[in-house]
């Protein structure tokens, strides 16, 4: 048996999927570049984006559309070993079509479905859970997930903000959001860091926190029912929870500025 080694990307992984259904192969793992060493041989493969999308294009043709996007969405998912499972879906599909996707009696789907609904609920959560500070012009704000559901929350702020210049930061997977008035792309960050705030974001930052401190009725104040409703997971990067000075403590550099350029989405 061997081990895949891949850059972390989806066309990576359905390069090496391509390997494995070419060659018969059962892989024992898959392997991104900062993972350690491992007792099985290992496969290292470059992206290939010509037979990636070959082979996501016949997930749509030979067993269904919802397939293809169950693969695409599952990937981003941090379900622990989550390419070995995508990858007996995608060998079940192709030989069973589309019946597949709603077997939940098989523990692999079950498995798939389940991070699905949860990085859904962190999507939908994250909506409405972000924060944006204005600094320079530029509404910056990061998040710091369990899935990468970046790449699912850009075109709803895109969307949201037609008009404005945002930054969101990805704190787990490393990377960015910049959208330039509806114009968007997504690019890898290693060290993002916002700026200092100025007096007007900061005066707008108080009155956000007064007016989070003053709503509530005291009498009805019930902990257990708020962190259902606002998990405390969330709360270390949003302004009602935290003071300036722990906003800015860790995050002395500039705000990203600038026309986004070519290549945007939207």
Not at 111 to 126: I, P, Q, S, Y
Request: aromatic content about 10%; proline content about 5%.
């Amino acid at each position: 048996m061997i081990a895949y080694r891949y850059d972390g990307t989806f066309a990576g992984f359905l390069t090496c999927v391509w390997d494995a259904l070419e060659g018969r192969i059962e892989p024992a793992a898959f392997l991104l570049p900062d993972d350690g060493g491992t007792f099985w041989e290992t496969r290292e493969l470059a992206a290939d984006r010509g037979r990636a999308g070959r082979l996501y294009g016949a997930l749509a043709r030979r067993v269904s559309s919802s397939f293809q996007k169950l693969i695409a969405r599952g990937f981003l998912t941090c379900l622990p070993e989550k390419e070995l499972d995508l990858l007996a879906l995608i060998r079940r599909g192709l030989r069973e079509g589309d019946r597949v996707r709603l077997d939940l009696s098989d523990p692999v789907m079950a498995r798939v479905n389940l991070a699905l609904t949860k990085m859904w609920t962190e999507w939908d959560h994250l909506k409405g859970f972000v924060r944006f500070s204005d600094l320079d012009g530029f509404l910056v704000g990061e998040i710091e997930p369990k899935n990468r559901v970046l790449p699912l929350l850009a075109p709803h702020f895109a969307e949201r903000y037609p008009g404005e210049r945002l930054a969101l930061y990805d704190r787990t997977h490393h990377e960015i959001f910049l959208s330039d008035r509806g114009r968007w792309k997504l690019l890898p960050a290693e060290d993002f860091r916002m700026g200092p705030a100025e007096t007007e974001e900061k005066a707008f930052r108080a009155m956000w926190r007064r007016y989070y401190q003053t709503i509530a009725i005291e009498g009805r104040i019930n902990p257990k029912c708020q962190s259902t409703h606002l998990p405390k997971r969330y709360r270390h990067v949003m302004t009602e929870f935290l003071t300036d000075e722990e906003m800015e403590r860790d995050l002395p550099g500039q705000a990203p500025a600038g026309s986004l350029g070519d290549g945007t989405k939207g």
